[in-house]
């Protein structure tokens, strides 16, 4: 039995507002893709990785930053959409690989230990997901005006790394829309239960330039950030 993870490089990032990809912008004296990286290679749970996204660019600034990784099996091209990406990355990983953890690289403050539970987790369960509680009041709104004020209790926000047994995602990615953002969400509509493993640190999902300010400032050990505070 073998343990892979897939590694989302390939979006846009948009709203970051930046001229280059997301996964390519610096952070903290590397590269953002690099954080999640450097994590599942620490992650003794983890065996293989495929990393998706723009080949030339990423190897190019790995090699730059002096970062030599030792589990990286492949590196293919993103596709179109994330589930694109994600199937690209599932047709590239070694057979072997029974277990395979799927992370977007903007959640550049993950840790081998958050990694490690969620692979335990989903070899003993088939499917888990880090996760955290809703904190906030959540309102239902149109336009600008609330329309009702959603209970959150039982709510979490799912994050990444998700991970499921290799069987359940070859099966939930041959049926899915492209347009899921959530492995979990197409793992669910096939009928299989899958679990949460709460974040015990900050794994915030970098979108904007405040984002990116608040990761710098914790991967530097200046600001002590709690995720949702």
């Known amino acids: 039995m073998s343990t892979g993870a897939i590694l989302l490089c390939a ?120 996760a955290t509680p809703v904190a906030d009041t959540l309102k239902q709104v149109s336009g600008e005006a609330i329309t009702a004020t959603v209970p959150r209790a039982g709510l979490w926000a799912a994050q990444t790394p998700q991970v499921f047994r290799r069987d359940w995602l070859d099966a939930a990615h041959a049926v899915a829309r492209a347009a899921a953002t959530d492995d979990a969400a197409i793992i669910e509509a096939l009928g299989h239960s899958v679990r949460v493993v709460a974040t015990e640190t900050p794994n915030p999902k970098i979108t904007t330039q405040a984002d990116l300010a608040l990761a710098e400032r914790w991967l530097r050990g200046e600001s002590a950030i709690t995720e949702g505070a």
């Open 11 to 130: 979006g846009a990032g948009t709203r970051l507002g930046a001229a280059v990809p997301k996964a390519l912008v610096p952070l903290a004296g590397r590269p953002l893709f690099a954080w999640s990286l450097a994590a599942f290679e620490r992650c003794a749970a983890i065996d293989t990785l495929v990393v998706v996204g723009p080949v030339r660019q990423l190897r190019d600034l790995l090699s730059a930053s002096g970062l030599t990784p030792r589990k990286v099996h492949a590196w293919v091209e993103g596709g179109a959409e994330r589930q694109h990406s994600v199937a690209r990355g599932l047709a590239a990983m070694p057979p072997e690989c029974d277990v395979v953890a799927v992370h977007d690289s903007a959640r550049a403050l993950v840790t081998p230990e958050i990694i490690a539970r969620c692979v335990a987790e989903a070899r003993a369960h088939g499917g888990a997901i880090a």
